[in-house]
Structures are given as C-alpha cells and as structure tokens.
C-alpha cells in the first residue's frame, strides 16, 4: 500500500517507458491535474500519469487537500507549517519512490509537473534528490527556502517554470524569482509567460509543458 493515494492513467501504447508524476495545488486533489492526461497521452503515447493526493484536508476547502497548511490564509502558526512541510517532503519522497519502482522507470524518465502548491513541493523535492530526475514542471508556483538550495542542491535538472502575468494568487514576480535563484544556483531553466492568464493553466502553457517533457524524455531514450 502506498503512502498516499493515488490515481493512474495508463500509457496509451502500452509500452511505459517514462513517468510523469502530477502534484495538485492547494484545495485540489489528484483528479484535477490527472485529467491533464487524455491531451497529454495521446502525444506522449509511452507515458503513465500518476496523481497522488496530499496527505491532509484543506483547512479552507475541506472537500479538497493540502500538501501543507499557509499560515496567512488559514490562520496556522508558522512553527506548525514548518513541521508539516518537513514530513510531507519526506513523505513524497517516498511516494516518488514508490512510484518508480512500482513502474520500473529509471528516475531519469521521470518527470515532475506541479500546479501552485504541487509547483513549490516539486522545485523543493527534486534538486536534493540523490538521483536526477528528467525535469520539473511548474506551474503557478514559487520557490519554497531558496537561500538554502546552495547548501542542499544534489541534482541539477532541467526546470521549466510557467506563469500567468494576471495571476492574483501566487504573484507573477514569483516566476523570475525562481528562475534566477535556480539558474544562479546551476540548473538549466526555462520560463513561459502565459499572457492574460490568472492562476491557471492555459493552453499555450500546456503546449509549453508538452514541448518541454517530450525533449526531456527524448534526450534520455
């Protein structure tokens, strides 16, 4: 049994040569990135999508779940944020894992893509992973601690970062802020602007987002 649930979306050929792991954002829960799947699938046709649930309810939209909680939208003190981050980041880790050994894909097939929440747990788990993985995608997100990547950073893998210059949730300021903490700190990144767009994913993104996994994957086959 795994350490989070989770929802699978087969490989459309039947041939699973990569992974792509989908983390969700605040209030949301698996389904909603793993839908991403049936436009994804048909263009990377050898690839199994996977979508775990965070671990706890939302405090503010209980229907859905949290990675970790934010002090300033649901009134948790900082110190308990702290604590629960540093466990949902192990227990992710573990689930990653889980993941790979249970499709017996090599890290280096695998891919990341995270939405607001899922973006700031992807960009924290991946660079301090022993292995590389193939890429982090992230959407609407920012980076979580970045004065201690230098110290902690064991993989440098190519990142894509993807924001809306509308976005009234997660600020657009956010997405050069990572690139430059991340680029500084030797990792290879890419941005797209998603114009007009809010706290979503938008069409030219997704197409970004294709663009991206499939030169990533193509590189390590």
């Not at 979306?9 to 983390?23: E, M, Q, T």
């Not at 050898?46 to 671990?55: G, Q």
């Not at 292995?131 to 950073?153: C, K, M, T, Y």
């Not at 990142?159 to 430059?180: E, Q, T, Y």
Request: charged share 20%; net charge negative; hydrophobic share 40%.
């Amino acid at each position: 049994m795994s350490v989070l649930e989770f929802g699978r979306k087969a490989s459309v050929s039947g041939k699973n040569s990569s992974l792509v792991i989908l983390i969700h954002g605040y209030g949301a829960d698996g389904k909603d990135l793993l839908g991403l799947a049936d436009s994804l699938g048909t263009h990377m046709p050898d690839t199994v999508f996977i979508a775990p649930d965070a671990p706890h309810r939302c405090q503010m939209n209980p229907v859905g779940f949290e990675w970790f909680p934010i002090p300033w939208i649901d009134g948790s003190s900082e110190v308990d944020a702290q604590v629960v981050i540093e466990q949902v980041l192990k227990t992710t880790n573990i689930f990653i894992d889980e993941m790979i050994d249970a499709e017996g894909i090599g890290p280096n097939n695998t891919i990341l893509l995270g939405f607001s929440q899922g973006t700031m747990l992807s960009l924290h788990i991946a660079p301090r992973r022993d292995e590389p993985l193939a890429g982090v995608v992230g959407f609407s997100g920012r980076l979580l601690e970045p004065e201690s990547l230098i110290d902690d950073v064991k993989s440098r893998l190519p990142i894509l970062l993807i924001h809306g210059d509308k976005d009234d949730v997660v600020p657009f300021g956010s997405l050069a802020d990572a690139a430059n903490t991340l680029t500084a700190n030797g990792f290879t990144v890419y941005t797209h602007v998603a114009e007009g767009v809010g706290h979503g994913i938008s069409p030219d993104g997704l197409g970004t987002a294709l663009q991206f996994m499939e030169n990533m994957l193509t590189s390590k086959s």
